[in-house]
């Protein structure tokens, strides 16, 4: 199951109470106060492993502890310490104050650990208090209570390459053509339900990650279909790859713009992310040329920018290609890694 979005509460350790307690021993008189003090209780830390892919772990969990300190003892013998609680998250995890919305991580890197809640302190034991005024204190402080905080996790797929298009317009196909990606693949809309990422080699030397959403419909960013759950999966992105069905009723300039404005609605900073357009199944298209050509009028150029005249506000190729005849699928991979290398 993939789970991208949780909502649970998370706690550290209460710390360990000190200890009132008195040396009590055969032909030791008045022995004085002994009591150690109480442990740390167990701290929160976050720690991104790359072998997670969901957040699947957390779903339907309400409360996270992490253990409390163990209270002090007699002979000046401390608590021992509480387990720290670590949260095991995948690579791409935001996590945010669910009370107010603030994003207070934003984990990334492999093998990251950082530390959320500090638990309590613990209490001192009562030989801490004794002094020539009280020499028999009966006290101890108590352990100080752990923090709370009700938290968000949302994760957010990190690909390279991020594919927009109406449902069936071939993206699944593309992404397990080109790709390891094995996605669901059937003659209907909103196959794909979840994000897939595929791994596409070019050559012995470079590759990149594609990212597979299910497809977008008009008025997703207002909450329609599937696309606005997953379009968050995209935003980490580093191109966007426009995919035009050339069979759709849809025309060629209807299908981007309306899922350039969808991209735009939903978030500014990715509608200007830089962006390329693949016109599919070509191989089933009689009049290719015809609206392929309209279709570059729109642009003022023929196919494909000069990566070092590239002008970011303009599609930084149109290509045809077809998955099933692998008719442009070459091309294709090599223009996405220039296109690549240059944003890097």
Request: glycine content about 12%; aromatic content about 10%.
């Amino acid at each position: 199951m993939f789970v991208d979005s949780v909502k649970f509460s998370v706690k550290s350790g209460k710390g360990g109470a000190g200890c009132v307690s008195f040396r009590r021993e055969k032909h030791v008189i008045l022995g004085g106060p002994d009591g150690g003090d109480g442990g740390k209780g167990g701290d929160v830390y976050f720690f991104v492993d790359n072998n997670t892919h969901t957040l699947a772990f957390y779903k339907g969990k309400r409360v996270l502890k992490a253990q409390n300190g163990v209270g002090g003892k007699g002979r000046n013998m401390c608590g021992k310490k509480g387990e720290d609680l670590i949260l095991t998250v995948p690579p791409g995890t935001v996590v945010y104050d669910e009370e107010t919305s603030e994003v207070l991580f934003d984990l990334t890197k492999e093998g990251e650990k950082v530390l959320f809640l500090q638990g309590g302190k613990g209490g001192l034991g009562n030989t801490h208090f004794k002094n020539s005024v009280n020499q028999r204190p009966d006290y101890a402080q108590p352990g100080l209570p752990g923090e709370e905080k009700p938290i968000r996790l949302e994760l957010k797929l990190i690909a390279d390459v991020g594919l927009v298009g109406f449902p069936n317009v071939g993206k699944s196909t593309l992404i397990s053509t080109i790709s390891n990606a094995k996605p669901q693949i059937a003659n209907y809309e909103f196959t794909t339900l979840t994000p897939k990422l595929g791994m596409v080699e070019v050559d012995e030397f470079s590759s990149f990650v594609m990212a597979d959403i299910p497809g977008i419909i008009e008025g997703a960013s207002g909450g329609r279909g599937l696309g606005i759950e997953f379009l968050k999966h995209i935003e980490r992105t580093k191109i966007l790859l426009f995919m035009l069905d050339a069979t759709n009723y849809r025309d060629l300039k209807e299908q981007y713009s309306s899922l350039k404005q969808e991209i735009e609605n939903f978030s500014s900073n990715l509608a200007k992310s830089k962006f390329a357009i693949a016109i599919t199944k070509i191989d089933a298209c009689e009049n290719l040329d015809e609206i392929y050509n309209k279709f570059l009028e729109e642009f003022k150029f023929a196919k494909k920018q000069d990566i070092y005249e590239y002008d970011i506000n303009k599609p930084y190729f149109v290509m045809p290609i077809s998955s099933a005849t692998n008719e442009g699928i070459k091309e294709l991979k090599f223009s996405i890694l220039e296109l690549l290398n240059e944003v890097k």
